[in-house]
């Protein structure tokens, strides 16, 4: 016998569903279904791609940007978004390929909270918020507490993820995103970092940094930004050493630690520097 599939069209029967039963929440399945290795989902599964509200990116009256749980990458790259979001869509055009990036949802790859997972790291310099909700309620915690661990949330029974939310103070400056992998698409990272600087008047008055793939969660590097606040953009500021305290990778299949360490130091000066000449550019 087939096991029980929901679909509902109200978040409101969701959650009633997912506080009576066992569910497994289904997205774009695109981590689902490699991970069960069969032709089809295992287990009573809630579907939640029918439910319209949780779809679409908005302007909060506070004017805080919300990303709806089932946006997927390719809804993203294609809304109008201030400059501060063009790490995330960089991120977003290199997450698989076409097909995956038009089925695969932002909230279930921080869901899935793999280390290699390309939406933290971007999300993470955004200062995002995951909006969670159950039959009890609705609460918000910071992306950086959310991911716990590798494939760890602190997602509760009944809980589900309903948007991501971007706070208005994270709207300015701009974006910037590099990935590396053993070739350029279809790719698990190495390493990526992103990056948010905002200026004035050539002077950094924000910076957000962040490294995914060089640890068990992706990380901030909160010192190095400390440094470049109140200074000409400086990427020398951005230390193999600094860079190498706040990360702890692993030796893999795709690279060993020490190569993590030296490429994501470098792949940060990089990106830093391919924003701020986009942004002398612009000026
Ligand atoms: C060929 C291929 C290439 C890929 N390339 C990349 C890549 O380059 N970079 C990258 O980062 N990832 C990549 N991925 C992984 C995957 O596509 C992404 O992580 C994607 O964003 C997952 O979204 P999804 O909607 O498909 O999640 P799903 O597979 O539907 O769900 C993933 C997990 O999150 C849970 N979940 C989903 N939504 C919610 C919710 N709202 N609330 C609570 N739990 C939820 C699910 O139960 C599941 O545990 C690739 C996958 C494939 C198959």
């Given at each position: 016998?087939?096991?029980?599939y929901?679909?509902?069209?109200e978040l409101?029967?969701?959650?009633?569903l997912?506080?009576?039963?066992d569910?497994?929440?289904a997205?774009?399945c695109?981590d689902?279904?490699?991970a069960?290795?069969?032709?089809?989902l295992?287990?009573?599964?809630?579907?939640i791609?029918?439910?319209?509200?949780l779809?679409g990116?908005?302007t909060?009256?506070n004017?805080?940007?919300?990303m709806?749980a089932?946006?997927?990458?390719?809804?993203?790259?294609?809304?109008?978004?201030?400059?501060?979001?063009d790490?995330?869509?960089?991120?977003?055009?290199?997450v698989?390929?076409r097909?995956?990036?038009?089925?695969a949802?932002?909230a279930?790859?921080?869901?899935?909270?793999?280390p290699?997972a390309?939406?933290v790291?971007p999300?993470?310099?955004?200062d995002a918020r995951?909006?969670v909700?159950?039959?009890?309620?609705?609460r918000?915690?910071?992306?950086t507490?959310?991911?716990s661990g590798?494939?760890?949330t602190?997602?509760?029974?009944?809980?589900?993820?309903?948007?991501?939310?971007?706070?208005?103070?994270?709207l300015l400056?701009?974006?910037?995103?590099?990935?590396?992998?053993?070739?350029?698409y279809?790719?698990?990272?190495?390493?990526?970092?992103?990056?948010?600087i905002?200026?004035?008047g050539g002077?950094?008055?924000?910076?957000t940094l962040?490294?995914?793939?060089?640890?068990?969660?992706?990380?901030?590097?909160?010192?190095?930004?400390?440094?470049m606040?109140?200074?000409?953009?400086?990427?020398?500021?951005?230390?193999?050493q600094?860079?190498?305290?706040?990360?702890?990778?692993?030796?893999?299949?795709?690279?060993?630690?020490?190569?993590?360490?030296i490429?994501a130091?470098?792949?940060m000066?990089?990106t830093?520097?391919e924003?701020?000449?986009?942004?002398?550019?612009?000026a």
């Amino acid at each position: 016998m087939n096991a029980p599939y929901f679909r509902p069209k109200e978040l409101s029967a969701a959650l009633e569903l997912l506080v009576s039963q066992d569910l497994r929440i289904a997205a774009g399945c695109t981590d689902l279904f490699p991970a069960t290795e069969r032709k089809t989902l295992q287990g009573p599964v809630l579907d939640i791609t029918g439910i319209a509200a949780l779809r679409g990116i908005q302007t909060d009256k506070n004017g805080s940007v919300r990303m709806g749980a089932t946006t997927t990458w390719a809804d993203l790259i294609r809304a109008p978004l201030p400059p501060a979001f063009d790490g995330l869509k960089q991120a977003a055009r290199q997450v698989g390929a076409r097909q995956i990036q038009n089925q695969a949802t932002l909230a279930g790859n921080l869901c899935n909270a793999s280390p290699a997972a390309d939406g933290v790291p971007p999300l993470m310099t955004l200062d995002a918020r995951v909006e969670v909700q159950s039959t009890e309620g609705t609460r918000e915690a910071a992306l950086t507490d959310f991911i716990s661990g590798p494939r760890k949330t602190d997602l509760r029974k009944g809980e589900m993820v309903t948007a991501i939310i971007v706070p208005k103070s994270a709207l300015l400056g701009t974006g910037h995103f590099r990935k590396l992998g053993a070739r350029d698409y279809l790719v698990i990272s190495i390493a990526m970092t992103a990056a948010r600087i905002v200026l004035d008047g050539g002077i950094v008055v924000d910076a957000t940094l962040a490294i995914g793939s060089c640890g068990p969660t992706s990380v901030r590097l909160r010192e190095v930004e400390a440094l470049m606040i109140g200074r000409p953009l400086d990427v020398s500021l951005i230390s193999d050493q600094q860079v190498a305290a706040a990360i702890s990778p692993i030796d893999d299949i795709r690279a060993d630690a020490q190569y993590r360490r030296i490429s994501a130091a470098e792949l940060m000066r990089r990106t830093v520097l391919e924003l701020a000449t986009q942004q002398e550019v612009a000026a």
